[in-house]
Every structure is written in structure tokens, then in C-alpha cells.
């Protein structure tokens, strides 16, 4: 597509969590499992902001009527996370990490920090608020000729984890809840999918040269808000892998562009307003094979339907992979409570028969190009659902309605709430304001870290890295290891970064990791001869698999143990003797084929440059 005529502007929200104790308590900042220390089960309930307006998203989450249950762990969580303590003062370990980002993104400092409280009712906090605080503002992101404005700079507290979802039961862990995150927020400067990767990527580094901040899957998460020329705004939550974000931009570009087609659509076939009736047709499905109404049925549950005039065959149509219009509807409807919905394009289907379809069209006065919804649950489930799906079949005629979706695992979204108003967020009168000192501000400026562009080019320089590899491991949550490695260990770095960084992609499993004592034996091992640099990949392989078994009698079931220069060249010897013909046809060129056959011979024994080096001095003397 062309972004530019289309219009796009990406605005990122970076949200990274803080290597040290809870913002606003001295628990420790520890995920747990297991059986919890104790459980509260909770409802949460939407009330008017200072302002005397109730948020949208938080109408919409309370009227669903979830009920909320907390895993409490007593390692993990206080008095604070469950609300039953005021917070305590801000960390300021915390607090220095941030001053610092916005240091470097060369940001306005406010005088003085003031926590405020945003209504979130989604389960996440136990309070029904997020508190949250402003830090710097004004900053600007440089690289790669581009300028990117990134307006505020938040300390806030992270939320509570999903850990079960049970019907209209969601299950908290509060492990998470109350862990210090920096959220930084960018102006719409970004204009191409790639773009938006690149500067997350940037930010991302930014935050990692501080040192201070967490790694790994969960740690950082990208919002993005996004929107094309004459679309809307969507914002994008929890985009949490670099690699999806340029694919996510893409895919929400595609579906708003498909959403106005839709519209222009709807426009051709004469439709300029909408009044969908809701239709009580219980009594017409009160014999259905389909399993679904069948339930809703025998529930005391009601089946409600309504016309969409002219929507046949745009219900159906894919905005992008896996998901169209009846999905968008779908979604709606689930953000109330129900399961789902059926509708005309995917009919008959799913036990709903041709008769029961031609007796619904005919009670709804449908028209040739008419389309309908049939919605079958409990009776207030289903009528707020309906509404929802009403409400949202009538913004198709404007086209892109603005809302808030949730980041799919395939990089496509689904809706998650409405975007949040303006009235959700309110001093917090438990904690009195943070004075941003002038003396702390000289000495945060004193120990400004390098940007990290600078950093991975002092990397490649110091350890004669490519760019490309001193790039990946100074991204890699194995950075840590590298530098301790590298410098106790004979090994090139250039190996030991390869086997923290492409090796073990390629090798490591899943729920399974390798400490640092694991690769400090690995590489002591290697120094000592024990195997050559070629074994690396099978040995920790087979380390993924019994991460407990002692290394040397790992290398010695896998036959690897390293052999001596002085068996390397019999062996060489004896290739060489089988190949004379190759080696008078081709020369010089017939190392490679032979280096090949060696290789082959030792399986990862010896050293490849050593076996290099002896082929060519017995190949060309």
C-alpha cells in the first residue's frame, strides 16, 4: 500500500518494567506460581471520575458483570497490592531510571512529580485505579535523520496477570501488580510500518543502556496508535514482540482500508442510515437442531435477531486474515458477556437450517440485500450484546469507528473497549508530591550512559564483532553473560556471542533455560581442549535436554571429546590418500571438498581453522 496517500500516522506507547522492588511498597518485583497463600474474590464497580462523567471503558467492563478472584503470595504482595494499605512512598530507585530516560530523550523535567489515579475496572487492579505519574515531557527521539517527538515520560505501577479465564470468572495472579514501569508516549511522527519497528527498537535500546530495567518476553510491551487519512484512531495494545510490530501496523492499515470499502459499499447500494429493530424470535428456534440456540434455550435464555439492511455479503467479507465484519460484530457482542453470534453470510451452518433462515428473513422483512445477526444467550446478556452489535453495525455507514483493540498472537487484533474519555484520571490523595531536586537532576546528568548506537559500535570495536553480531548480543537478554565470558575466557568473543545469540535459537527449548554456570563450564571446557568450537551447537543441544548432567560426560556419551593434532593428521593423511585424483584435477580448489570430508570424519573433534590450515599445507607441498 501506499502509506503516504494513505496517510498514516503511528504513534507508539513503550511500556517497560524496572529491574527493582514495587513502585509504591518494598515487595520484591518476583513472578510466582504455584498454589497461592491467599485468594480474594472481588467485584469492581464504575463511578463517575472528578469531573462527574463514568469512562466508557469502564461502563462497558462493569456492566459485563465479571467477578475478579486474586492469587495472593505472601513473597510477592502486601497489604498495598490487595488495597488494604495506603501506598507507601514512591521508590526512587525507580524514580533516577526514569529521570534518566528522559535525560537522554532530552526531555523537560517537571518541578514537581504528582501521582494521579486512572479508572481501569478490567479486573487488573485491585483498586479499580492505575496510579500514575508524569515525569518529564516535551523530548525528542534523533536517528537516522528522522526526529520523532515524544511528548510525555509516566512512572506508573504495571497490573495484575491473567492467569484463568472461566466464563465470566477471570483469575488474577498479583505477583505483577505494582511493578515500576516507565511509559514513554510518542508523537503520530511515524509514517511507514517499518518505521514504527524501528523506532520501538530504538527506544527499547535507550532503556537497556541504563541498566536498570528487566528483559525478556512480558518485560516490555508496545501500544500502538495508529490511524490512515480518513480512518480513525486505533489504539493497539500489547504488541509485545519487535518483530510484530511493522506486520501489526500493516494488518490495522489494511483493515481500516477494507472498512471504508465497506462503507463506500453500503453507500452504492442506497444505505444512508440504519435502525436496526431488535427482534425477539425465540419462538422460531424453539425446535433447533443447532446445539448453540438448543442451550441458550434450555437456559431460560432468549434468541434475539436483527435486520442489517444491505449487508448481505459484506458480513462475510475478510478485512484481514481471519477476521471480517462479523467478527468486528462478534467481538462487541463477546465485550458483553455473550459467546458469540451467528450471521446471515456464514448461513445456514452450525445446526441452523435453510427453513429456519427463510422463516427469519421473512419475519424480519428482509430484502433481497439484507443481512441479519442472530444472537441466542441469556436474557440481559443478550440484549446488552445486541445493543452492541446494533451500535457497531451502525458505525459501518461512518466507516472506521475509534476503539481499542487487543494485539493478536499472528500480529492481526480483535476489540477489546471502547478508546478511554478524558474524565478517568484523578489526583491521588494518599501520596503527596515528589520535588524534583536540582542537585538530584546534576547527578543524574553526571552518569548519563552513551546512546546505545554508540554502545554497539564501542562493542564491535572492543571484541572485534561485526556490527550485525555486536548488535544482536548487545540486545540479547545474554548480554550480561558475554561480557563476563569474554573477558575470563581464550576463546574469540566473536564464538562466544554466536553461541549466546544464533546457537541458541536454533537449539534452546522452551520453559528451559541455561544459567550462567552452564556456559562458564561450556566455555572453560572449550579453552582446555576438551572439544572443538564446532561441538558447541550438539553440546548444549543436548544440555536443553539434561540441563542437570555434568559436561564431560555429556561430551563423552556424544563421542566429542577432542582428538590431538597428531590423530587430526593421520586422518587428514588418509583423505588426502583417497583423493589424489581430485587433488591433480582441481589443486588448490580441492581443499574445500576435502575440508568437507574431514569435517565429516571428526564430527565437531577438532578445530576447523586447525583442520584448514594442516589440508592446505599437505594439499599444496
Known sequence: MDYKKLGLKVGLEIHQQLDTHKLFCECPSVMQEGKPDLVVERRLRAVAGELGVVDPAARQAYLRGTTYVYNI?????????????????????????????????????VDEIHVMRKTVIDGSNTSGFQRTSQIAMNGT????GSKIGIPTFCLEEDA???????????????DRLGVPLIEIATDPDIHTPEGAREVAKALGDILRATKAVKRGIGTIRQD??????????IELKGVQELRLISKAVEYEVQRQFRLLELKNELTKRGIKKLEPKVVDVT????????????????????VLAIKLDGFLGLLGKELIPNRRLGTELADYAKAYGSKGLFHSDELPNYGITEQEISSLRKRLKCKEKDGFVIIAEVGDVA????????????????????????????????????????????????LPPVVVTPSLLAELKMGLPELPWKQIDNLGRKYKLSHDLAEEIYRSEYFDY???????????????ASALTSTLRSVEKKDIKLGYGHFKELFKALDSGKFSKEAIPEILEAWFEKPEKPLEKLITELGLEGISTKNLEKIIDTVISKNQQLIKERGERAVQPLMGTVMAEVRGKADGKLIMELLRKKVLK
Open 283 to 302: 419462538n422460531l428456534f424453539s425446535k433447533s437442531p443447532s446445539k448453540v440456540i438448543q442451550k441458550a434455550v434450555k437456559n431460560k435464555g432468549i
Open 224 to 233: 500502538l496508535n495508529i490511524s490512515i487519512a480518513k480512518g480513525s484512531r
Open 141 to 144: 527521539l534523533e536517528f537516522g
Open 73 to 109: 503470595y505472601d513473597e510477592s504482595n502486601c497489604h498495598v497490592e490487595l488495597d488494604e494499605e495506603p501506598p507507601h512512598k514512591m521508590n526512587g530507585e525507580a524514580l533516577k531510571t526514569t529521570l534518566l530516560v528522559a535525560l537522554l530523550l532530552n526531555a523537560k523535567i
Open 160 to 174: 495484575a496477570r491473567i492467569v484463568e479465564t472461566h466464563g465470566n470468572k477471570i483469575t488474577y495472579n498479583l
Open 482 to 496: 558475554f561480557t563476563k565470558l569474554a573477558k575470563g575466557s581464550k576463546t574469540e568473543p566473536s564464538i562466544i
Open 383 to 430: 440484549k446488552r450484546s445486541m445493543e452492541a452489535v446494533v451500535e457497531r453495525s451502525e458505525q459501518a455507514l461512518v466507516g472506521v469507528p475509534g476503539e481499542t483493540r487487543k494485539a493478536l498472537p499472528d500480529a492481526t487484533s480483535s476489540y477489546l473497549r471502547p478508546l478511554p474519555g478524558p474524565s478517568r484520571m484523578y489526583p491521588e490523595t494518599d
